[in-house]
């Protein structure tokens, strides 16, 4: 097998296994966003860190006490969401990989989208499709080769 076969393949199989791999970094995505959004809410100093006042704490005329976020400090804290948002971006990046099937067909798009996206049952689909199941993965095979090239 020459260099650029190998190359393709590989490029083939990355494809896939990003493809596989987009449901799981949409779902990350969405709970890091509200990670970053629950950080980012405890350092406006209005978010509570400890136990819940008693109706008497609450009727006291005494200043209020002050919630610490558990000793760290405020640099310390923005390290935090800084790194969580390099999480996210690297997994909108690895979902950025995915991108290449705009370039498909409506019904290409959709034939990649039931297999990878929604992992519909490949011997349904294919009978849907009116295929054997080797024929739909060649058929499916075939389509990620010619994004690829």
């Not at 990670?35 to 006042?53: D, Q, V």
């Amino acid at each position: 097998m020459s260099d650029s076969q190998q190359k393709r393949k590989d490029d083939l199989h990355h494809l896939k296994n990003a493809l596989r791999d987009a449901p799981y970094c949409c779902k990350k995505i969405i709970y890091l966003n509200q990670e970053i959004e629950r950080m980012e809410y405890e350092l406006t100093g209005m978010a509570r860190h400890s136990i819940p006042m008693t109706k008497e704490q609450e009727r006291s005329a005494l200043p209020m006490p002050r919630f610490h976020g558990g000793g760290m400090t405020l640099v310390e804290r923005i390290a935090e969401i800084d790194a969580v948002k390099d999480e996210r971006s690297y997994y909108e990046k690895r979902l950025r990989e995915c991108s290449v099937i705009e370039w498909l067909d409506p019904e290409q798009q959709e034939l990649i989208f039931k297999v990878f996206f929604l992992k519909t049952n490949q011997w349904e689909l294919a009978e849907d499709y009116h295929f054997s199941r080797s024929a739909l993965i060649r058929k499916v095979n075939s389509i990620l080769r010619s994004v690829i090239s």
